[in-house]
Nanobody, 127 residues
Framework: QVQLVESGGGLVQAGGSLRLSCAAS????????MGWFRQAPGKEREFVSA????????YYADSVKGRFSISRDNAKNTVYLQMNSLKPEDTAVYYC????????????????????WGQGTQVTVSS
């Protein structure tokens, strides 16, 4: 049974940093894409970033490019999202997701393309 467990959310002031973690278990993810999405109240779930576990290629939404960084630790089966220079508009529940397809593409931005989801972790950025 695949499980994705996020952690690392919290309350931070604008300009601060947080690192989210997504611990994956239940299978080998070497041929998967791992993604981070977020959802603010009253808004649709939106793409943040993705990484191919096969190639280590990365992909970012324009709104976070240059501020967020996605990475993975094979030994720990964990994906990270380092978030710097946080803004109040980054406030949302952040979700980790896994997609049974190794290559990054435009479809990596689509939530419905992902097969497994974590429970989410709240990130709140105060102004």
């Amino acid at each position: 049974q695949v499980q994705l467990v996020e952690s690392g959310g919290g309350l931070v002031q604008a300009g601060g940093s947080l690192r989210l973690s997504c611990a994956a278990s239940g299978r080998t993810f070497s041929d998967y894409t791992m993604g981070w999405f977020r959802q603010a109240p009253g808004k649709e779930r939106e793409f943040v970033s993705a990484i191919s576990w096969t190639t280590d290629s990365t992909y970012y939404a324009d709104s976070v490019k240059g501020r967020f960084s996605i990475s993975r630790d094979n030994a720990k089966n964990t994906v990270y999202l380092q978030m710097n220079s946080l803004k109040p508009e980054d406030t949302a529940v952040y979700y980790c997701a896994a997609r049974r397809f190794w290559a990054l593409s435009a479809s990596s931005r689509i939530p419905d393309e992902y097969n497994y989801w974590g429970q989410g972790t709240q990130v709140t950025v105060s102004s």
